[in-house]
């Protein structure tokens, strides 16, 4: 039995929503002291913008509340599905578009909406703030933390399973 978890994180273009999870959980983790435990990454349903950096808009914005988005961004590939322990979508759209990386359903037990996580707010979804204001921006951080947090608890809870 492994004693570390991976972590997948998916958006659309891997720019915005998945980078600054990836970035907020990496902080979190990081405080609590897990590196070792736990691998964090993110990806895109798309690939328009592999190679890219976060979204500046994003990076100010969690820059100003102490995280550092430096992922570049990658399409999410078939190999992704097994290789994770658990894959987190940012909305419907995300969901419905990583199915093509997996059309037998073989991993959807590890894929579920980042949101599942949120425990002081009752969003489904994180909702894309790329054609938005700087408030979107905000907004998905507000999530952000909310749900990384939730979701540091249920790591550290399945981590502690694993060893028992």
Known sequence: MTDSYKLLFVCMGNICRSPAAEGVMKKMVADASMESQIHIDSAGTGGWHSGARADHRMRAAATARGYDLTSMA??????????FDLVLVMDQQNHRDLRAFDREHVHDAKVHFFCEYCTKHDSKEV??????????????LNLLE???AGLLKHMQNALAARKA
Do not use: M, S
């Open 146 to 148: 909310d749900g990384c």
């Open 74 to 83: 990658r399409q999410v590939k078939e190999t992704d599905l097994a290789d």
């Open 127 to 140: 909702p894309d703030p790329y054609y938005g204001g700087e408030q979107g921006f905000e907004n998905v």
